[in-house]
Structure formats: C-alpha cells, structure tokens
T-cell receptor, first 114, second 116 residues
Framework: DSGVTQTPKHLITATGQRVTLRCSPR?????VYWYQQSLDQGLQFLIQ???????AKGNILERFSAQQFPDLHSELNLSSLELGDSALYFC?????????????FGPGTRLTVL | DQQVKQNSPSLSVQEGRISILNCDYT??????FLWYKKYPAEGPTFLIS?????DKNEDGRFTVFLNKSAKHLSLHIVPSQPGDSAVYFC???????????????FGKGTHLIIQP
C-alpha cells in the first residue's frame, strides 16, 4: 500500500459527459501528479500540482483540468468525454516539487467511455 | 517521439537466474532514472533509482546500472523469484528543469515472467 488513495476505482460513462477523479496523497506529500495509461501510449504525464499551485503540464488536453485543494487532495476533471479517453488514470505523490524524489502511485481509476 | 524506450515487451527467465531488463533514452537532459514494478490492477510501485552522477545503485536483489555515454540503463534482479513476475517500467526525469521538475517520462514496460 503506497498510501495514495484514488476514488472511484471504476467509472463508466457516455461520450460528451464530464467526470471527476479524486486523489489523496500520502501523508505529508505536497506534490501530486496525474498520469494517463492507455493501451497504445503507455503511462503519460498529464499535470503536477505542488502545495495547491500548478507546477508543470504534460500531455494534458484542454478538455481536462485539475486542482489541488488546501487539504492537498487533488481532483482531475475530464469533460466532453470521447471514446479515446478510456484509460487508467493514476495519481502519484511525492514529498517535494522536484522529481528527484520518487513518486508513489495510487491504485488508479479505470475510466470507460461508451 | 518516444524519449524512453524499452525494446523488449516481454522477458522470460528461470527462477533463481538473473533477470536483466534494459532501457534506452534519447533526451540528454535526463539526469534521474527510476524503475517501477506493476502488478495487474495495481498502481506502479517504486523499486530503485539512480542519479546521473552514479553508474550503479544496489538495493538487495536489485541493481541498476547507468551508462550515460550510451544513454542506456539496465535493471538486474538476482536471484529472480516467482513474485518478481510483473511489468517493469523504466522512467526518467530532468531534475534541473529550473524551478521544479516535470512528471516522469515512462517507457512502455517489459513484462517479466519468472518460470519455476
């Protein structure tokens, strides 16, 4: 158990809908990262937050957004969903904002868009 | 353009022997490398890391070797055990990106199968 929790475990929705994925980092970790794992692309970095502020962006679509709240939990919002958004979404946390510290991953949320 | 490549999608090794997983990278700015292990239906689990100032790092049965000139790293598992059967991901980071690092760049993984 990494100490990172993600809810829900599974989500099934329809195209055009909007969903919110939630992540609670390990106790004491200030950085939260979101990753998408699809069959053909592997694990792709989406976005990073550090202590409530956005720190880095990766391959995140404009339809996706995230935020980190004062209690350090984070939410990833996916809107106008398309079939191709079906994937595993992982959240990871680390102690510092620099990736020198290893990131600890949650169990993931499996999103299926029908 | 894949900056971290794991060219072997799968690898089969006998229990007790050495498992060697390979990873190549193209971005010369990468200076910190990590290996993660992943079981089905779970998130990746951190295994071992190495910074570019070293060429070797050991932790129990796991050793990571880094060859900066060849832009190549490898993970050695000795001896291999049945519980090592999993997908192994190589990941890289640029820690000197100035004011905070991006997320990790991952390879597509190698499925290691340990045969009894």
């Amino acid at each position: 158990d990494s100490g990172v929790t993600q809810t829900p475990k599974h989500l099934i929705t329809a195209t055009g809908q909007r969903v919110t994925l939630r992540c609670s980092p390990r106790s004491g970790d200030l950085s939260v990262y979101w990753y998408q794992q699809s069959l053909d692309q592997g694990l792709q970095f989406l976005i990073q937050y550090y202590n409530g502020e956005e720190r880095a962006k990766g391959n995140i679509l404009e339809r996706f957004s995230a935020q980190q709240f004062p209690d350090l939990h984070s939410e990833l919002n996916l809107s106008s969903l398309e079939l191709g958004d079906s994937a595993l979404y992982f959240c990871a946390s680390s102690a510092y904002h620099r990736a020198y510290n290893e990131q600890f991953f949650g169990p993931g949320t499996r999103l299926t868009v029908l | 353009d894949q900056q971290v490549k794991q060219n072997s999608p799968s690898l089969s090794v006998q229990e007790g022997r050495i498992s060697i997983l390979n990873c190549d990278y193209t971005n010369s700015m990468f200076d910190y490398f990590l290996w993660y292990k992943k079981y089905p239906a779970e998130g990746p689990t951190f295994l071992i890391s190495i910074s570019s100032i070293k060429d070797k790092n050991e932790d129990g049965r796991f050793t990571v070797f880094l060859n900066k000139s060849a832009k190549h790293l490898s993970l050695h598992i000795v001896p291999s055990q049945p519980g090592d059967s999993a997908v192994y991901f190589c990941a890289a980071s640029d820690i000197d990106s100035g004011g905070g690092a991006d997320g990790l760049t991952f390879g597509k993984g190698t499925h290691l199968i340990i045969q009894p």
